[in-house]
């Protein structure tokens, strides 16, 4: 690749001014310069040596040239930001220079195409760094032997099978799944079609201590029809009853927390009231199959009380599914959907309000919005803006639905099924943060790292759909351009009739053919199922390739934009929140975290550079790339807390073995946006109280008798009963039931289902057909008064339709009320 220099140029960052040299290299931007000696301060007797500063081409997220001619006598710019966000600003002396940077960064950022082209695979590191291996620090085998299970110890109920070993049985699952003993693998094969993409119920955390466990699934696939797969419902049940009989480990000596899990237990009937092992007071006094949504509130936001009680006399074995009720029961229409809960006896589901990767993007996308002038300006944030982002809630919903996993674990001594849509992204979140909070040695760097491994790369998280690493066109714009263009769509002709039947089109024709290949229709009619594949198709006329032997390296592929999503992003957030609240229990420091966002944009290692292990595994990536684990332990003592303490005594209040995210307490995280806690985080004047009292269900979530219609707040809307409002810390946020439904084998709450089921019926859910039904004919008996909302002129008017705008902009169709209700998280 061509390397240029451009001289006089002028770098603006944070409304400081630096003259230097810019030069493009094939893998980074280099800018150097000068330092300028602080005023009044002697000259040096040596020239200074010039810095530099390096931008990776991957982690730009946007790039402005605003082309100026000579007769302005302005200068000429460019403007990046990153994804670190960073921003940048390069003035040059001529337009011509201008264009000449922003047309090589242009290229090297976005026209590669493949994989193996990104430094990752050029990049041979010196020194210490050289000499380690990252990628064996971790083996799925040496993991599961350290929460107890290996081919020797069949006592604890589960096994390591290895019908995934090619990786054909689910190409994104690991190549050892972890099942009950009692499951066979030909189980197993007549198990994994009922799920999305075979992601079947895997196990990926056992308690050391009661033995109960975290597994994880993509969401089952019952459809209108209301399917019912046998197999998967014995995988599930087995899951469940894998610590029947189990007696709890005992240690009557505190160890440190990065000991094995046999070395780092207490005796739980010797624990005192002040121990976070807390549970049932009276076994009679609870019905664990006809537990409600106030049931699992009251346990969320209960703090345990001071008098003794009974550890795990009541098991509440629970279903996570991480979408909110009406997402879920509407994806029954295209063939998915979650547990019908009566064919799974003695559980609970809980639906939770987290949102889908497009609200988290647009998000991220608006605190970006706050801080976007960071290049030529010093100025604070927006702090308008950044509320209205909504950033915060989102980090606190996920907290809350992790709260709820540990309490069920680690205090109701009972065991999570957790999934969302194809169980990659919320569910990845969910399961590591649960762990963190569980495992005192997932708080320390090496739990951490085998943490990330584990249940994010092995468990086949999408870095490289989420993440973009390849970048877009749409990411560099021409300032002049730009608005002509946008001009052009605005004055271009829109149907509203043609849009809403393409919606539809997109909502209730689309092909299940098979669980590997759901191709679903774009963002604006659902993004549910949306197809995972980002290989670029072959141009016109050109022949098919039949080469089989390449790797996701070198596959031509093109970047979705609108399937990007900062998952890993928002893990990383909350962990850094868990942290701040429990400043001495982590072993690792803020500061690598915030580096390792970074390294997830760089492509500097090849770690983060797949979807899953299967392709990691067929491209070679450990023998052609190096792990990004090689950087941190070769610099650990810089990303170690000095003031760690690693004691795990549960007789010692602060020192036990489980954490439990703090309500209330959710903040900015101002060093990963490159500001000061000061600037971000500003004390905000008393909110209005709120009552977190539940118990008034129906009128809170505002559910119809039938259960079938939805006209309720999405996740994400102001709720008219908040749970919880903190005016004591930094920009308090409104918090909303995380809880939006619950469903046991005889009854239901939440949005989307019936608040209590008639006597006699076994489910107070509507059927899977029924709802069909019910969803079909409300369309149907609307399409007429929705085209007329949408403002469209019939024949009889023989006039312009444009004067039904005023009705257009008031009201939606019901086409788009459901899209609108469908916005899940894209696949």
Sequence with gaps: MERIQIDDVTLF????????ALHITPHHIVFSYLPVPPAGSSPPSKAPRPKELWIAYPIISQCVLRPTPPASREESYIRIRCRDFTYFAFNFRTEPKARKAYDHIRANTCKIHRLDRLLAFTYQPKGPEGQINGWQIYDARREWKRLGIS???????????????DYKYSPTYPALLVVPTKVSDSTLRYAGPYRSRSRIPALVYRHPINNCSITRSSQPMPGIQGKRNPQDERLV??????????????AATPNPAGSSPDLSVVNLNEATANSSFTGVEDVESVDAGKATMDDLMESLDSEPDLGPKVYGAQQRNLIVDARPTVNAMAMQVVGLGSEKMEYYPGAQKAYLGIDNIHVMRKSLDTVI??????????????????????????????????????RTIGIMHSHVLIHCSDGWDRTSQLSALSQICLDPYYRTLE??????EKDWLSFGHMFRHRSGFLSSDKWFQIENERIERKNDEQDGPSNPFENALRGARGLFNRKNESNDSLVGATEANGGELQTVTDVAPPADGA?????????????????????????????????????????NRFEFSERFLRRLLYHLYS???????????????????AQRTRSVWDYFLSRKQEFIDPEYDSTVDDSIRGKERIIFPKKGQVRWWAEVFGRQDKEMNIPIGPQPSFSSQTSNLSGMLNSPPNGRSTPVPRSGATSPIPRNSTSNAPNPVVEEPIVTGVETADQAEGAGTTVRAEPGRSSGLPGAAAFAQDLGQNLSQNLVAGIKNLGIATS?????????????ARSKSPIGQVRQEMEVEMQ
């Excluded at 960052?13 to 230097?20: F, I, N, V």
């Design 543 to 583: 022949p098919k390739s039949t080469v089989t032997t390449i790797g996701a390296a070198e596959e031509h592929r093109v970047t979705k934009v609108n399937e990007l999503s900062p998952v890993f992003h928002q893990f990383l957030d909350a962990t850094y929140q868990l942290m701040h609240q429990y400043p």
């Design 796 to 808: 009889s008017n023989n006039g312009d339709s444009r004067g039904a705008s005023p009705v257009r």
């Design 603 to 621: 492509c500097q290692y090849g770690t983060f550079l797949f979807d899953n292990e299967k392709e990691r595994f067929e491209s070679r990536a």
């Design 151 to 165: 081919p020797k110890d069949t006592e604890k109920g589960w096994r390591i099978s290895e019908i995934n070993k």
């Design 369 to 406: 919005d706050a801080l976007k002038d960071s290049d030529y300006t010093s100025l604070p944030p927006n702090q308008n803006i950044l509320i209205k982002s909504g950033w915060l809630k989102h980090i606190g919903n996920i907290l809350d639905g992790t709260e709820l996993i540990a």
């Design 237 to 250: 049940s087995s899951i469940f009853n894998t610590n029947s009989g189990w007696r709890t480990s005992k």
């Design 447 to 452: 739990g951490f790292i085998v943490l990330v």
């Design 13 to 20: 960052r944070r409304g400081d001014k630096y003259e230097g």
